[in-house]
């Protein structure tokens, strides 16, 4: 069974630490994103990716970067963490340049305090 | 503003009843997606439709994507309460890796 996996289901974090979210597909799809769930926003995509090395912004991607040294891996850094930046992070991974839609994670809920 | 604005937010039924939920834009897209979310969990695509016009069915799902491309709705036939989730449209533009979703539609179906 495809999957993306996200590391942690709920993390809690200090206002001001660095918070790794970390994300695993075995696809091998070519593109990976990340977005934050919010009530009333739906879904916002803050950064993706279509290659190993390769990172595009989204709509959101102030106060969070991202890594992908491996084209399975896709990693969400929160600099410093805010508690503006509470909120659920999906992953999602698509085929290349196609018309196929997403296989999301199953989220990581994240509270900042 | 959300380019797909999603209509009802939310629903409340009772078992057996029928429903649906559209999806609107004054944008063309060149194909729409339908997601499922439970609580807790990941949205699951439920469909694509990719031409103007198509309708597909998911057992009691029915899924429209209008005839310009610019809006699509779902019917659910005798909900159940296994239906219970937030439904997501999704329009996919030209370029494929930009996806627009729609901020949801939240169903309760109670038994």
């Known amino acids: 069974d495809v999957k993306v996996t996200q590391s942690s289901r709920y993390l809690v974090k200090r206002t001001g630490e660095k918070v790794f979210l970390e994300c695993v597909q075995d696809?091998?799809?070519?593109?990976m994103f990340w977005y934050r769930q919010d009530p009333g926003l739906g879904l916002r995509l803050i950064y993706f990716s279509y290659d190993v090395k390769m990172k595009e912004k989204g709509d959101i991607p102030e106060g969070y970067s991202v890594s992908r040294e491996k084209k399975e891996r896709f990693s969400l850094i929160l600099e410093s963490a805010s508690t503006n930046q509470t909120s659920m992070y999906l992953c999602?991974?698509?085929?290349?340049?196609?018309?196929?839609?997403?296989?999301f994670g199953s989220g990581t809920r994240l509270t900042v305090v | 503003t959300q380019l797909l604005e999603q209509s009802p937010q939310f629903l409340s039924i009772q078992e057996g009843e029928n429903l649906t939920v559209y999806c609107n834009s004054s944008?063309?897209?060149?194909?729409l997606q339908w997601y499922r979310q439970e609580p807790g969990e990941g949205p699951v695509l439920l469909v694509t439709v990719v031409t103007g016009g198509e309708v597909k069915k998911l057992k009691r799902l029915t899924f429209q994507f209008g005839d310009a491309r610019k809006d699509s709705s779902l019917h659910i036939t005798a909900a159940q309460p296994g239906d219970t989730g937030l439904y997501l449209c999704?329009?996919?533009?030209?370029?494929?890796?930009?996806?627009?979703f729609g901020s949801g539609t939240k169903l309760n179906v109670k038994p």
């Open positions: 999704a329009g996919v533009t030209d370029n494929f890796n930009k996806f627009y």
């Open positions: 696809m091998d799809h070519e593109n």
């Open positions: 944008s063309v897209f060149s194909s």
């Open positions: 999602a991974s698509r085929p290349g340049a196609s018309r196929y839609g997403y296989t």
